[in-house]
């Protein structure tokens, strides 16, 4: 592979830390799983408007390729090659009111984090026949949870399309044909594999085999944010006991995008701002400052619709599970301080 032409206004975290001689150091090198630099960058070669570009293959990636994943890492989680991860997902230690009593600005609150299985390669690289295998004992394990988290599991092969359709519109459901993940090896064989588990209220749910393995989310209408911790922590330590997740002690869980490492958590609003979004500098200097990131309406890669912000915690990784919802907390009691004084 020759080294990559990107355009001169690609601003991926990818284009910044591939220099040549970074590349050239990198290029013959292998996982024990058959990873290569080729297939690490490919995401961010096909789209130089990707934010970071870059994926995983398995946990010795980030090993492997650490000259290109450390600097990037670096960037993103504000982490270095000698800093340790922590987790605490004590719900008991957020002291948060109720933001937004009157249900004014946050329409829904959704946090989520990513699991991979230990003893399996990542979805960019996994076989049909272990992705099939994770499926099953994804599904399994759900399927003997109870209580609140009890739910049933949809696979996407057989769904039908409207099914589908109105999961992803009313924001529940991974979206299809993404092209950052297909360039990543994430989409092959789609849809097999692949499905979603939730409960009947859809407060809980895990997708299977989209860019992580798992991802477990908890969410729910309104602004309560500690509510929604507290169930996403009841539901990771129920299936931590039915299953075993890829970590290490440096990187916490490994995820195939590095943004995710650590944590793996994005919880994020749904929130309307109708005059602080119309000031672009103050609206980006309130998020930048509480390390809270603005997605679309539709999540990563979509544009904001009918005044709707998706404001998530950027850091995942170095920062507790606790640390990082507060984050979150925090930015959002700014940013609603600041609109009604507007
Ligand atoms: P991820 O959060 O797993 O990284 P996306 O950014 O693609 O992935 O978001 C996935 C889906 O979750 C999208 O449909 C997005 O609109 C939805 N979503 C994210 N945050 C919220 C929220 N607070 N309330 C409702 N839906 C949300
Ligand atoms: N998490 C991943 N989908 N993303 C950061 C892709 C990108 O834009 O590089």
Known sequence: MEYPKFPKDCKSLLCKYLTEDVFNKLKERVTPNGYTLEMAINSGVKNPDSSIGIYAGDKESYEVFDLLFDPIIEEYHGFKKNDTHKSDFSSDKLDFDLLDKDGEFILSTRIRVGRNLLGYPLGTIISKKERDEVEERVKNALLKLGGSLKGEYYPLKG?????????????????????????????????????????????????????????????QKGGNIKEVFERLANAVEALESKMEFLKSEHLGYITSCPTNLGTAMRASVHIKLPKLSTNKALFKEITDRNHLQIRGTHGEHSKSEEGIFDISNARRLGISEVEAVSDLYNGVKELIEVETKL
């Open 159 to 219: 769904m039908s399309k409207e099914v589908q359709q109105k999961l992803i519109k009313d924001h529940f459901l991974f979206k299809e044909g993404d092209r950052f993940l297909e360039a990543a090896g994430l989409n092959r064989e789609w849809p097999d594999g692949r499905g979603i588990f939730h409960n009947d209220e859809k407060t809980f749910l895990v997708w299977v085999n989209e860019e992580d393995e798992l991802r477990i989310i908890s969410m």
